[in-house]
């Protein structure tokens, strides 16, 4: 049942983030499993359930397989319209006019944004329910942005001299230069090297020494805290691996031209504990932001500033 009445479709557009990651959805206050089962009928379990067009979703339950277009499919529509209504929830809105703010890997922003943007946008409107609520979304458009830079954007007077900035995601890891203020677009690579391929890692070695599968969960907390209530020899195999495997990780950056001497490091994302947790760094040269919504965030303030600056919104 509907339960919340306001609308502010004539009080011009709510700003809504959202970092489609491949690992999860992330908004600015929000984080789910970026899976979606369809079903033709009602499911039995339906605590994240989306209907939509008459198709029923169950939101969240896995996460989505690794692909560089995530315009093949409708599922990243799907998740769109979960992270909408996540995010009107939290505003106790039911119908909006949206404009949505995303973004994409660093490298490939210039290629892909305009039919991701078109994507976001296929539609006019959406009358859909999530979680038993009706929601009527009206998009008032959609601002793409490069992944990374966006969690750092309300913060780049902080980046005096050279900097690297590493955004690890699930599926991508993606390094920027940013001097003296100022991002460098020709200093730009897009790796995947994400914590999925962690995972996989982990999983491949647990099998080889033990015979055994790991449930994710599992591997997700370890990576998450550095711990997890397994025993012992499980959990410093997984260990063991993620720290050889966050080695990985800085071995790739010291080929961007890395240099711990010559440059702070700024690490963000979801794949930012991988690091605090089990690598090996200066800690006084390397600046962690382990906030997984930042990048959602930054999208948000940079989409605002944008609106703002051409005068709609309010």
């Not at 006019?124 to 008032?140: I, K, L, N, Q």
């Amino acid at each position: 049942m509907n339960f919340m009445n306001t609308n502010t479709l004539t009080n011009g557009p709510v700003v809504i983030g959202i970092d489609h990651g491949y690992g999860n959805i992330k908004t600015a206050h929000c984080c789910f499993k970026s899976g979606v089962t369809a079903y033709d009928k009602e499911p039995t379990f339906k605590s994240n359930l989306l209907i939509y067009e008459g198709t029923y979703y169950i939101i969240g339950e896995e996460h989505k397989e690794f692909i560089s277009d995530k315009m093949t499919d409708s599922d990243y529509y799907i998740l769109t319209l979960a992270a909408i209504a996540r995010e009107l929830n939290i505003r106790r809105l039911t119908s909006a006019s949206v404009h949505i703010a995303a973004g994409l890997p660093l490298t490939w922003v210039s290629e892909q944004k305009d039919s991701f943007r078109s994507y976001l946008l296929q539609n006019d409107a959406a009358d859909f329910s999530f979680r038993g609520v009706d929601y009527h979304v009206e998009f008032a458009g959609a601002d793409i942005f490069p992944q990374g830079f966006s969690a750092v954007a309300d913060r780049l007077r902080d980046f005096r001299g050279v900097n690297m900035l590493c955004d690890i995601g699930n599926g991508t890891m993606n390094v920027m230069y940013i001097n003296e203020c100022r991002p460098l677009a020709k200093r730009c690579f897009t790796e995947k090297y994400g914590t999925n391929q962690c995972l996989i890692a982990v999983q491949e070695n647990l099998m080889r020494q033990f015979g055994v599968s790991v449930d994710d969960t599992v591997l997700d907390r370890v990576i998450r805290t550095g711990t997890a209530d397994i025993s012992e020899r499980y959990l410093n195999a997984i260990r063991a691996t993620a720290t050889e495997y966050t080695a990985g990780i800085f071995r790739r950056l010291r080929e961007h031209e890395y240099d711990p001497e010559l440059m702070r490091l700024y690490v963000v994302g979801g794949g930012s504990c991988m690091v605090k947790n089990f690598g090996e760094y200066e800690r006084n040269r390397v600046i962690i932001n382990d906030d997984i919504c930042a990048t959602a965030k930054g999208y948000e303030l940079l989409a605002a500033q944008k609106l703002q600056r051409k005068g709609g919104l309010v």
